[in-house]
């Protein structure tokens, strides 16, 4: 058995026998692994107030010869979503990251940029402040893990985009010219293409004073969340709830 103490973000949790659960966990150390927590639902002490999904804390867990989950011994809370106010979109965009992370992270492997990001996107995401930290959620992660295609230039072409709007299609790679846009494709405004490409640059904090709507890179976001969903071959319902409130 190996003994793991590391920070971690707990993505999901689901009911198993009586009061065990079984834990969906994005550690530091091994990246996403899954366990069940013993008695979590009676042990205020081994686990209290750190199952909600999106909480930091600090993880003890074993590693268990042979076996595919791991036995989660004990939680602490470092910050709690549940600190905060929460609203209708805030609890929206908490489920959003929880479920992107437990569908695009492979088990087992540790992706210290996306922990990072992740615990910069959860410190920005207050209520009335969720637009801005989706869209770089979004963007980051999906640079990340490699599927974000070039947003300067069309997939087709290779002419620049600078100053043009561009188009995407759900079942298509890439971003294409108004010239090789294919039918039924949806526009990516200049607009949202110049964000995509100062959110690259830029750390969170530098865009944490601007005004958002929830129309500032609505766009960008429907773009991001298709393809996620196009690598993955899985639909996002947390990102049809966020499209139902206007994002
Ligand atoms: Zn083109």
Known sequence: MILHESEAIV?????????????????????????????????????????????????????????????????????????????????????????????????????????RLTLAVLEQSRVDHCWMPLTYFSLWVTRLIGWLPETDRCTDCGQSLAGEAAYFHALADGLSCARHKKPNSSMLGRDSLELAQRMSRDPIRAMS?????????????????????????RRLNSADALSRLGG
């Not at 069940?36 to 209290?48: D, I």
């Not at 004073?209 to 393809?227: A, K």
Request: no cysteine; aromatic share 8%; charged share 30%.
């Open 11 to 115: 993505l999901r949790t689901w009911p198993l026998r009586e009061s065990d659960l079984l834990v969906s966990l994005l550690t530091r150390d091994l990246g996403k692994v899954r366990g069940v927590a013993k008695a979590a639902l009676k042990s205020r002490k081994r686990f209290g107030g750190a199952l909600e999904p999106m909480t930091y804390v600090h993880a003890t867990y074993a590693e268990r010869p042979r076996q595919e989950l791991v036995r989660m011994d004990h939680f602490e809370a470092i910050a709690s979503p549940l600190a905060h106010p929460i609203d209708y979109l805030r609890a929206a965009t908490l489920a959003y990251y929880a479920e992107v992370l437990e569908n695009v992270l492979p088990d087992h492997d540790p992706q210290d940029a996306i922990f």
């Open 209 to 233: 004073g601007e005004p958002w709507t929830r129309q500032s890179g609505q766009d960008l976001r429907r773009f991001l969340v298709r393809t996620l969903e196009r690598h993955t071959e």
